[in-house]
């Protein structure tokens, strides 16, 4: 199915177009990474919405991306439960291994680090969403592995099976 | 009613009220900065907290409707302090640059802390700053979103007032900032209702940008030239020059809003394109003279014309006061009946009288009070954009049905419960099937034709929704775009509005009816008796008994022959039969829908007189330009669409040797040995409210701060009964319309150099089908020929436009649309095709730019 | 361990596949339901039951049913609140990512209920696996019947779409949510009206957390009495207790309701972490006031909680030990807040970033002596006076801290550095 089809077929689901605003974002931004302008217009053109309502929620939600991301965002848990857990540690060594800030893109354009809060899963704090995936009860070894997994993942290198992800 | 306590005082309101609504009956203020009168509440700004006896937290007074018992405090202690504190809040992040902002003086924020704010701050961290510079949203939008205090007056303005949807609020939380798409305004309407609504120095007027600080401005209160809605607005002038229009939230049928052309487009006042001094054709050319020199030769060519026909065309832009003592001057000084106020259309006197049965005079507000309101012709929002947005309001708000019968698709089509789409010039048969299947309908058990619902509905499903929804309905409103006078059929059209409007009147739906004019005085003209088969207060000039009263209070002999309208007087031109042509601020040679033949008229009469403020294309033909005052240069009354008389007041000098308007025509009586009396617009406006019976009985001074107005002229009714309209053939190619676009209705926008940077370039619209079948790109160039001439202008494509319809403004004068034109048919039939293949033809009749052989 | 009713199904193996769901006795309420009762009584046995809502607030959710308007033009939604944003709390993701049929089966009795014929699931957009679980639930559901048109003969039809969020807390309040389920920004609505007579599309809405849907086909299978049994009367049942920060065996416990904190913390979930003690819990999520040590005979439940000045809230229970700064507990506390206020409102969206800018700088040890006073002053300001709860349940946290923890606070002030680094 093409974007315009994935977007048709959720907004089936809402009696209103409006609805459909969200789940239509969502597929554009699998589609394209992030959420440019003309996007957002493509957007609110097949969904015969109003422009603004589209960038409005493109800005509000913070699962949206009006700017590129890296290939692997990885979005490390902050908030309380975690932060208990060390995740302030967590965070300056990715940051010292990446070389770059809370926030930043490595030049390669492989990782972009966040901080996000609460994941939801704070029984195995402290924990990083990737894409898809949670990697939970994490230590500087654990993330250890799993960037040097993503690197390799990242730079077409064959994958291992991975463990615990 | 419920009965509730405020502050110790006990009050009855009705059930449903909110205790704002209730303390402001009482005189008490409650503080507030996100409510909107006009808008349901959104109670976000906590400033109007109160006290109720028996609730643990204080409630939003905007908000909380009342309950029977309720007992209410407004100024405890603990509200003080919780006021102070939001105050104190909203300040912590708050740039305090008040001696750089526009708004210092003028702003709600300042006022509410000085009223209610903390006197101190303990605030000592580092602000929020979104950006350094201020935004430029738009050509006349400008936005420092520091300032801003998130009320979302703007934002739902934009959206549920005018129906824009242009500006919206981007991320969350202390991040959260009002914008456009993308960070821009570009497409938007240009109102600027949301600077106006601005509490703040957030969004700001372009234009208006660190030219005056509020307390050096001299405001004058007056009302919009540029449509027949009748707006009010505030001029803010410094040293007798323009600055800025606002609007006032407690008055006029507009309150706080206007649209682009009545906030911005006010700048035309300074056009340079002003006549500076008498003139007269010497040697072919105008050349400048003194006004007593100009006297001479007047009085010399005059005399050369003796008592052949004259006749007298006067812009409905100008005030009561001018058109009738301009109808006088030419009734009496002329001895002619051959006045009209209309170069673009004709309209059949004989209809006039039975629709005036139905035109109610009376507040909009009051005629939306229907459950139904029809719309017929037009596209309301681009010309009469502030009654579109309370026609909206009243759809949206009270659950009013909206009908709509156009040619042109307009935004409030989405609001509307039923839009016929008519083939343009199709509007006569389908009023006349429309009635049709009311009648029938009505023959049938009520309630048995409840809409099928479907939303893409073909023609028939659009009539037969249309009537089963006026059935269903109590009370029926129709309101009338003066477009339907374009056509040859206006009769026809008019005879079957007069006959449905009979209908509705015995079906007991209380009919209402108020023609939408895009001429801010085009009723005041007609009640002035502007017409050739009417005298003011659209008396017939076969009526003897008006005649004799007039005859009296005019101390003069007037003609009971009808006279010409425009178009025949140009007939009369072309056979040399037309003595003098007297044109007071009008443009026909850029306006009549027949270029062709005012060129050809104009040429033809012995004495051209033009009296005007500007330089237009009809003045450049004349024999005799005689400078007067513009628009704010003088007073007078406008009456508006709604049949209100409202002042318009002087804000400015008449620049150069203009002189006011009804002083030239005393000058003119003069030099035929006649006298004008009485000559100031306040003795004027005397004699219009003793002679013209609708008017009877106002006085100037009682026209407060929101009109007065007129009453229902008593016309003798017409013959009745449906009339079947004349077969016509609208045929199936394409078809040229006009009218106004948003940012132009022409002679005034059109010298607003605020208007022309935010007005598209000419345009042509027409319909996506249409635009692929013929290979036409949107944003091109295209060529569009009619049997007479052609023009190029930039393709829109409209994807609501119905096939066969083509849209171009009227008013770019560059573009002489109306030398496509030829008189009796309208639509225009035309081809189109993309401008390369024809280049040289395009650059000959279109883009040329305007000259003048002066 | 008493008995697990609730998480019976999340260790089996495949558990989330329609056969596991059904083998272990899946959908029989359902089909008890829509035999046995007509929907009035199955809101009497909800209202029997005192079955309060798990999303926070403890509403009886019996009687939100009851709401709805009977006869209506319009049609009903039933929303599913599976945002779970709430730190601290996961016990809605493991239901859905382990036992998705339970939830489903929870709508369509409570649809049943109600009258809806749709539901939409609100899922954060995070939970990436469990959206993923309960979409094949959904297929598996329709496949065999369970959703769909006349479900098991019966003249009820019912579907349910699952709707991803996409970040932001703002979404697990009730009326934000309809806003964001209606494509706008999720703000929070003003009520009147409420959602159960013009929620969705300005249609009856009821709105109800995973976990009380849950609840519902046990209630139906084995009885109100079985329900209120369990636990103290006006707030019973079986509860899931979700347990995180600075304990041995942090993770999902399903007790009864009304157990005593300090039981969760010490016998369940195995006290604080080697040579530490257990300074403070907060019991139910962020939003909920922290309890020091000697607080922690409380019992968990909605009334318990609430006088002591807390509440059970999400019931995301975050353990608090001696090496932990509770200035700094308290800074990202009003960090979360401040960042997920929607800003509708001027005390949360303004109050609680200068009560952030405030907080930063005493944990920075550049505190001044009245920061103290203003933060109460703003406490003032703030609470009571925000348009939803957020604002709120951050004043109140706040407060809490400074009531408990003061010498803490000053600390910072005084020597201007951080006394536990
Ligand atoms: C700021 C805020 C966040 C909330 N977040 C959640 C949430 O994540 N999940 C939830 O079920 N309820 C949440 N609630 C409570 C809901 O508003 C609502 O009360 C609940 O979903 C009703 O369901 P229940 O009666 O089954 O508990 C939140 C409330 C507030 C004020
Ligand atoms: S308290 Fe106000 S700003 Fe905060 S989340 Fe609720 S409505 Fe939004
Ligand atoms: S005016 Fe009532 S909350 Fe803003």
Redesign the interface.
Known sequence: MGMREKIEAAAG???????????A??IAQKEHGHLPGPVLEEVADVLG?ERI?VY??AT?????HTEPVGMFHLQLC????C???GAEALLAHMEAVLGIGKGGTTSDGLFTLST??????????PVM?VG???HGDLDVARIDTLLDHLRRAGSGVPLAPRAGA | MVRVTIDDHELEVEAGSTILQAAQSLGIEIPTFCYMKRLP???????C?VEIAGL???QPAC?TAVADGMAVRTNTPLIE??RS??L???L??HPLDCPVCDKGGECELQDMVMAYGPRRS?????K?VFHSHDIRLSPVIIMNVNRC??CQRCVRMCEEVVGAVALG?V??????AVTGFEGSLASCDQCGNCVEVCPVGALMSFPYRYKARPWDLVETDTVCPHCGTGCQLTVGSRKGEFMRVRSKEEHGVNRETLCVRGRFGLDFVASRDRIRSPMIRRDGALAPISWDEAGAYLRRRLSEVGEKSAGGLVSPRLPNEVIYQFQKLMRTVFRTNSVDCSSRWVMPFDMLGPLARFYTRAPLQEVLGSDRVLVVGGNVTEENPVTEYLLRDSVRRRRVQLLILSARPSRLDADARAVLRVRPGAETVALAAVLAELTAAAGQVPGDHTSNGGSAASADDGRQRLAAALLDGKRATVFVSVDLLRSPQSRATLQQLDSLLQLLQALGKNPQMQFLFDRANQLGAWDMGALPMAFPGWRDVADSTARASLEQAWRAEVSAVPGADFGAMLDLCEQGRMGALYIVGSDPLASFPDRGLVQRGLGAADLLIVQDAYLTETAALADVVLPASGYGEETGTFTSNEGRVQKISKFREPPFEARNNLTIFDFVATLRDKVLQPSSPDEVFDEIARLVPAYQGLTRQELGPDGAFTKAAPVSPAAGGAVSPPPQDVGNGLVLVTGNGLFHNGYLSERSEILNTVADEPYVEMSSQDASRLGLIDGSPVVVRSARSELTAKLKVNRHFPEGLVFVPENYIALRLNALMRRGEYPCPVEIEPAHTSLTAAAAAGTRPLELDI | MSERVLLRNVDVPDGHLISAYEAGGGYRALAKALREHTPDEIIELVKNSNLRGRGGAGFPTGMKWSFVPKQANK?KYLCCNAD???????K??IIMERDPHQLIEGMAISAYAIGAETAYVYV??????AIRRLEQAIAEAHAKGYLGTRILGADFNFTV?V????????CGEETAMLD???????QPR?KPPFPAVAGL?ASPTVINNVETLVCVPHIVSRGADWFRGIGPDKSPGPKLY?????VRR???YELPMGIPLRELVDEHAGGALQGRKVKAV?PGG?SASVIPESGLDVRMDFDSLAAVGSMLGSA?V???DDT?CMV??AT??VE?F??????????C???L??VF??LR?IEAGQG?P?DIE?LQ??C??IF????CALGDGAAMGLRAALAHFEHEFTAHIEEHRCPFH
């Open positions: 689901r809402y009696p209103d177009r409006r609805s459909a605003i969200m789940p974002l969502l919405v309502w409005e929620l509000f939600y913070t699962l949206f902050d908030n309380v439960s932060m208990l857990r996000v809060e609460c994941l939801g899963a704070c029984e195995m704090a969403q898809d995936d949670y | 509440p959104l109670a976000s700004c906590r400033m907290l643990r937290r204080l908000a302090e919780t504190s939001m104190d809040m909203l912590a992040n303990g605030f000592r961290d580092p929020r205090i998130q609020t991320e969350k939380g202390m991040d959260t | 049609p779970e944003g709430e730190p601290g709390t996961f809605d993701r954060r957009g995070e939970y990436v696996l779409h709707h991803c969020g996409a970040g932001a807390y703002i964001s389920l209606e494509g706008k920004r999720a003003l599309y979700c347990v995180s920060g600075q942090p993770g999902l907060i962020v995301g975050i353990v608090i932990t700094k507990v990202r506390i979360f401040h960042h997920e206020s929607c800003g509708k409102c001027t005390p969206r303004e109050g970033n200068w800018k405030v700088r001044a009245d203003q002053g703003l003032k300001g009571g006076n925000t348009f």
